[in-house]
């Protein structure tokens, strides 16, 4: 499940929009996945709020994804911990995760800050009209 822990602000949240609009966007497509994804580690140390919650050392990878409208990011499990702002999102754009194979659908707010045990099965679909991005902070090890 993606537990919120906490917001960054509205000047984070609008630094992050600029950085969206500059960022270099690579598809990713195939049968488990149709999202755009952008690195963005050296971009987003300029967003000093994110930096000073998690020092450069504790990052394994900082990251962009977008899921276009009909987007998706089918079920799967990875490594490690994390954590999801979204900057851009609507309505219809769902997180779900999988307890006992049972689905726990979530619609994630715009600059809030949201812990996650990557190990867990997810998956995220966007049935709305406008993208879907969250800034993706993957943890090195147990840094959680």
């Not at 497509?29 to 580690?41: E, F, L, M, R, Y």
């Not at 600059?111 to 099965?121: A, L, P």
Request: negative net charge; glycine residues 6%; aromatic residues 8%.
């Amino acid at each position: 499940m993606y537990e919120e822990i906490g917001q960054v602000s509205e000047a984070t949240i609008s630094q992050l929009r600029t950085i969206l609009s500059e960022s270099t966007w690579e598809e990713h497509i195939s049968d488990v996945t149709d999202h755009q994804a952008a690195p963005c580690n050296v971009q987003v140390q300029a967003v000093d709020e994110i930096v000073v919650r998690w020092p450069v050392d504790t990052w394994h990878q900082l990251l962009l994804l977008r899921l276009k409208p009909g987007g998706k990011l089918y079920r799967h499990a990875d490594e490690g911990y994390g954590f999801h702002i979204p900057v851009e999102t609507n309505r219809r754009a769902v997180c779900s995760t999988y307890e006992n194979d049972f689905a726990v659908d979530q619609n994630l707010q715009v600059g809030k800050i949201y812990r996650v045990d990557r190990s867990i099965e997810h998956e995220a679909f966007n049935n709305g009209r406008t993208d879907r991005t969250h800034l993706i902070v993957i943890l090195k090890g147990d840094s959680l």
